[in-house]
């Protein structure tokens, strides 16, 4: 049976695969996992219940989602904040600023707003760790806390929720921002309110595209995955650069000037390099994972700052972070993470960083980016395909291994099951695109053929 969580919690289609009785179970199961140290009657041993914070992005099944799990914390006794509509990065935040026991978030990030999902944060806003998500799965069969009467939680509305975030944000800007303009394109989603008044307040002329959710139109044509929006408006308005969200606003991608995309590899190349210079680069090493550009690590090796590479999630980007003591990690898709200011990765954060090193230099988005060559690099998602026999197929590691061969040092190979979505991705770096499609293609083929469903 596959695991019930992802990458990045448990996702599916609203209403067929996240369930108001899954939403409530488990809630249930993680106020028993989650809420330690209690005693019979559901309270901690220092008399006070757990508390919970339970925030959404704005699509529309997030209200019934988030009414089922603050439910199923409450009746087993955990006290909600209702933080309502605002990013993950901010509810990652807040748990640890109000010392809440851990939080939930309900979304679905960059996917259609059909989708929805829910992820779980530990005491002070870190994402779980695979076995405390096991133990959640476990305890879904397990029998239930149900304090009685006047026992049960309560569910409040975190008023100064999002007041709480802009002040944090603020709080890590060092150089004002003042002259660069910037479009900011919030994907109708969590940032529409927080990112435009974060960026004006840090000094930013601001055009804002993307910022009008109505619940149904979350990423649709707008956002981190359709950088097209941004680009064009960047060009229409004159502006400086154009910053994306996604649906919860924990990624960051960008544009400059031209409306050439700059990704989540050449922001964090640009970030390393700014604090390497400042002395906050903990041992002049960068998490990366697997999928980052190799123009990254070449990038990095030119300047003497080290890589360590991980599995593909930010979660797992900030457990190397945590294990090592180190300060910056991120994803090619623009989750970056720096550990002095968020647990988890934080688009707005992101953003604010990048244009603070644009105002302290002086130079253009365009010209902090040249500092990687980006290699040619293509990704091809095969569906209709068991993703969970990829791994014991000898044929496509056979192909695999020597296309590895094929490119040498100047490129590489990677199959990997998507952990959020019913597919495989395949990709392929090589020094021209024509290799790189052609292999790609190749193995996608491969894949269809062999395991399909």
């Known amino acids: ?133 096991d133990r959640i799965e476990q305890a879904l069969a397990d029998t239930k806390l149900a304090p009685t009467g006047i026992e049960a939680g309560r569910i409040t509305r975190f008023a100064d929720a999002e007041d709480r975030y802009v002040v944090h944000l603020l709080g890590t800007v060092k150089t004002r921002l003042d002259g660069l303009h910037v479009v900011l394109d919030c994907a109708h989603g969590a940032a529409a309110a927080v990112s435009p008044e974060v960026f004006t307040d840090a000094g930013a002329r601001v055009t804002v595209i993307g910022a009008d959710p109505d619940g149904t139109n979350i990423n649709d044509g707008f956002g981190s995955t359709h950088l097209e929006a941004v680009a064009a408006a960047v060009r229409e308005h004159g502006a400086d650069l154009g910053i994306a969200h996604d649906g919860d606003a924990d990624r960051c991608l960008a544009v400059d000037a031209d409306g050439t995309v700059v990704d989540g590899d050449q922001i964090m190349a640009i970030i390393a390099l700014a604090m390497k210079a400042n002395g906050t680069l903990t041992d002049d090493t960068l998490v990366a994972t697997v999928m980052s550009n190799l123009g990254l690590k070449v990038a990095m090796a030119e300047h003497d700052i080290s890589v360590v590479e991980t599995k593909v999630g930010d979660r797992y980007v900030l457990e190397a972070l945590n294990e090592r003591g180190l300060s910056l990690g991120g994803e090619q898709s623009g989750h970056v993470i720096m550990s002095e200011f968020a647990t988890t990765g934080d688009g707005i954060l992101t953003g604010l960083q990048l244009m603070c090193e644009m105002a302290r230099t002086g130079r253009s988005l365009a010209e902090l980016a040249s500092v990687m060559t980006v290699y040619p690099q293509i990704m091809v998602n095969v569906t209709g395909v068991d993703r969970e026999r990829l791994a014991a197929n000898d044929a496509i590691a056979s192909a695999v291994a020597q296309h590895t061969a094929e490119l040498g040092e100047s490129g590489r190979v990677l199959l990997r099951p998507s952990g959020t979505e019913p597919l495989v991705r395949v990709m392929v770096e090589a020094t021209d695109q024509s290799t790189a499609d052609r292999i790609a293609h190749e193995l996608a083929d491969l894949v269809r053929r062999e395991i399909a469903v």
Request: no cysteine; charged share 20%.
């Open 1 to 133: 049976m596959p695991r019930l969580f992802g990458t990045d919690g448990v996702r599916g289609l609203a209403n067929r695969d996240i369930t108001v009785e899954l939403a409530l179970g488990l809630a249930q199961a993680a106020a028993v996992v989650l809420g330690k140290g209690r005693i019979a009657d559901g309270r901690r041993a220092s008399g006070r219940r757990p508390v919970a914070v339970v925030a959404r992005d704005p699509r529309v099944s997030g209200e019934f989602i988030a009414a089922a799990v603050s439910a199923g914390l409450a009746s087993s006794g955990v006290d909600v904040l209702d933080a309502g509509v605002i990013p993950t990065p901010a509810a990652a935040f807040l748990i640890g600023d109000v010392g809440a026991d851990f939080g939930v978030m309900i979304s679905a990030s960059h996917n259609p707003a059909a989708d929805n999902g829910i992820k779980f944060f530990a005491q002070g806003g870190a994402k779980l760790p695979d076995i405390v998500e």
